[in-house]
């Protein structure tokens, strides 16, 4: 199999799953309570949260242990604005946002809050300048992601981030894209709040890490025992938290190598796509994530490529992973100016360190001949 859906999930490394497994049998205990099997489990716990802030430039006491980059999105979202609801209502974030942070938001808008979308344009990137003019008195937070899942692009956190702070409005970034993947130093990026997920950068399903910069108060949505101060309540998934630690080592002293590699390959992977017939790149090559590719190919539809490619051993991907099982337009698509038809002709391909060259060439040359054999049948290619 050759996998290009690094940003739907990443297998587990090896190294991860050994630092993981003591935690399972040995070292049982429950955190919470005093005698040696649940100090052992507090233990790794609190290790793999200093791994995790050190990722990330934070300091320990400011990491909180989620069970996924869906539940840090809502942690911070529903946090600040539940805790602000008197001074304002307005919440400010983008047409691109992955379904854990837009979902969120809608839900809000139930409940009085008012949203503001910016525009991200063709090159798939908000504007600043639209930042500064959506900003009212009302506004108690602004949430934008770093990078984006579908196309890889690279918002202007950092800028955002210094308005944020000269207005006194919290920010919130939804990292999972880029965590891992490129630097990310909560300080560089003026964040507030930062969400990553651990099974995006070689750790295991359903454990995160939400970032809450220190002496930022948040309104708790999930209600009991009181775990990650009162913002996480339940006993901790101790493993699966263990699991995140390692790979946010491996991922911090692995980083520099990997993006010179995926930098190579997607170099590779472009130019080999690009030199068929009608093909064009979704959003802003120069400010994009080194392993993520998404093409349009005009005349095709991207699912029965998908399918062409899994015949052939090669996972990729349509839209995202979660929009993919619905007919609807990617939104994220449609914000950078893309009409259904186009929208459906859009394939993924997201890199990872363990691809090769060999692969990006079989890939290549496996697209082509698919893409010469839809077309073939393809009633908007041929009526062009
Ligand atoms: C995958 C993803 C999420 C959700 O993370 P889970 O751990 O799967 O809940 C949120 N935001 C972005 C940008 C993602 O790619």
């Given at each position: 199999m050759i996998y290009m859906d690094h940003a739907a999930t990443t297998p587990v490394k090896e190294e991860v799953v050994e630092a993981m497994e003591p935690y399972f049998t040995k070292y049982f205990g429950?955190?919470?309570?005093?005698?040696k099997v649940g100090r052992e489990a507090k233990k790794g716990m609190e290790e793999a949260r200093e791994k995790v802030a050190d990722l990330i430039g934070a300091k320990v006491d400011e990491i909180i242990?989620?069970?996924?980059?869906?539940?840090?999105?809502?942690?911070?979202?529903?946090?600040?604005?539940?805790?602000?609801?008197?001074?304002?209502?307005?919440?400010?974030?983008?047409?691109?946002?992955?379904?854990?942070?837009?979902?969120?938001?809608?839900?809000?808008?139930?409940?009085?809050?008012?949203?503001?979308?910016?525009?991200?344009?063709?090159?798939?990137?908000?504007?600043?300048?639209?930042?500064?003019?959506?900003?009212?008195?009302?506004?108690?937070?602004?949430?934008?992601?770093?990078?984006?899942?579908?196309?890889?692009?690279?918002?202007?956190?950092?800028?955002?981030?210094?308005?944020?702070?000269?207005k006194g409005i919290a920010f919130h970034t939804d990292a999972v894209q880029s965590v891992g993947k490129i630097p990310v130093n909560v300080n560089d990026l003026n964040v507030d709040l930062l969400s990553?997920?651990?099974?995006?950068?070689?750790?295991?399903?359903?454990?995160?890490?939400?970032?809450?910069?220190?002496?930022?108060?948040?309104?708790?949505?999930?209600?009991?025992?009181?775990?990650?101060?009162?913002?996480?309540?339940?006993?901790?998934?101790?493993?699966?938290?263990?699991?995140?630690?390692?790979?946010?080592?491996?991922?911090?002293?692995?980083?520099?190598?990997?993006?010179?590699?995926?930098?190579?390959?997607?170099?590779?992977?472009?130019?080999?796509?690009?030199?068929?017939?009608?093909?064009?790149?979704?959003?802003?090559?120069?400010?994009?994530?080194?392993?993520?590719?998404?093409?349009?190919?005009?005349?095709?539809?991207?699912?029965?490529?998908?399918?062409?490619?899994?015949?052939?051993?090669?996972?990729?991907?349509?839209?995202?992973?979660?929009?993919?099982?619905?007919?609807?337009?990617?939104?994220?698509?449609?914000?950078?100016?893309?009409?259904?038809?186009?929208?459906?002709?859009?394939?993924?391909?997201?890199?990872?360190?363990?691809?090769?060259?060999?692969?990006?060439?079989?890939?290549?040359?496996?697209?082509?001949?698919?893409?010469?054999?839809?077309?073939?049948?393809?009633?908007?290619?041929?009526?062009?």
């Open positions: 429950n955190p919470s309570t005093i005698y242990f989620t069970n996924g980059g869906t539940e840090s999105d809502n942690m911070a979202i529903k946090g600040v604005t539940l805790r602000n609801k008197d001074k304002g209502n307005h919440i400010i974030t983008s047409q691109i946002e992955h379904p854990a942070v837009a979902e969120t938001c809608a839900f809000l808008e139930k409940f009085g809050f008012e949203i503001t979308y910016l525009p991200v344009y063709s090159e798939g990137i908000v504007k600043v300048e639209d930042l500064k003019e959506a900003i009212t008195d009302k506004t108690i937070l602004i949430t934008i992601m770093h990078v984006n899942s579908e196309i890889g692009t690279i918002q202007p956190i950092s800028e955002i981030g210094k308005i944020a702070k000269k990553m997920s651990s099974h995006k950068l070689y750790g295991p399903k359903g454990v995160g890490a939400l970032y809450v910069r220190e002496g930022l108060r948040l309104e708790p949505f999930i209600h009991g025992g009181g775990q990650e101060k009162n913002l996480n309540s339940g006993t901790e998934n101790v493993a699966g938290m263990v699991g995140l630690g390692k790979a946010a080592e491996l991922a911090k002293r692995e980083l520099d190598n990997n993006m010179k590699h995926l930098s190579n390959l997607k170099e590779k992977l472009v130019k080999g796509i690009l030199a068929i017939e009608e093909v064009y790149l979704n959003g802003y090559i120069e400010k994009m994530v080194p392993g993520t590719a998404n093409f349009r190919f005009i005349g095709i539809e991207g699912e029965s490529l998908v399918l062409l490619l899994d015949g052939n051993g090669i996972a990729a991907a349509t839209g995202s992973a979660c929009s993919s099982k619905k007919l609807k337009a990617s939104p994220v698509l449609k914000a950078i100016g893309l009409d259904v038809v186009d929208s459906h002709g859009s394939l993924r391909l997201t890199l990872g360190p363990e691809n090769t060259e060999k692969e990006v060439e079989k890939v290549i040359e496996v697209i082509k001949t698919s893409v010469e054999k839809l077309r073939l049948m393809s009633p908007i290619w041929n009526s062009r």
